[in-house]
C-alpha cells in the first residue's frame, strides 16, 4: 500500500511541474558527451501565430565535466525569405568558485538562456546553434567542448 501511495504522489508531482502554459516549442538534441566545434545543431521551428509575440531561449544540459566560466555560441536564425540574423552569444555557466549555475540536484544542470524577446514570426524559421569557445590566450576553438550534453531551443508565448 505504501508502494502505491508513493507513486501517486510522484505521479500528482510530475503532473503538477508538467503544466506549462507559456510552452510553445521545447526541443533539445543530444551531442553526446563532447559538443563538437564543427557540430552545429538545427531546429526546424513550427509556424507560428504571426500576430502574438514570443520569447526565445537557448537551453543546456550539462555537467561537472563542463570546465569554463563562460559559454560562447553563435546562433543565427533563418527566416523564410532567406534573410539569415546571426548572433554572438555569451553565457556564464559558473560561479566563481566553480559550480555550475542552472536547475537541477545532482551533477547535471539544466540551463535557460535568453536568447530574444518579443520576437513576431512570418512562416517557417529554422535555428541554427554552434559553440566557439576558445581557451584564454588560444586562437584555435575548443574542439571537443567537455560537459555539454544536450542543446535545445525553446519558446515561450508572451504575456
Sequence with gaps: MRLKNSFLLLLVAVLLFSCDKKRVFDEYKSVGSAWNKDSIVTFDLPVLDSTKRYDLFVNLRDNDNYKYNNLFLIVSME????????????????????????DGFTDLKESKLYYKENVKFRGK???????????????????????????????????
Design 79 to 102: 527566416s523564410p525569405n532567406g534573410y539569415t540574423k546571426v548572433d554572438t552569444l555569451e553565457y556564464q555557466m559558473a560561479n566563481p568558485d566553480g559550480t555550475l549555475l542552472g
Design 125 to 159: 524559421y529554422k535555428v541554427h546553434i554552434k559553440q566557439v569557445v576558445r581557451e584564454t590566450g588560444k586562437v584555435p576553438g575548443v574542439a571537443l567542448l567537455d560537459g555539454i550534453t544536450e542543446v535545445g531551443f525553446r519558446i515561450e508565448k508572451k504575456e
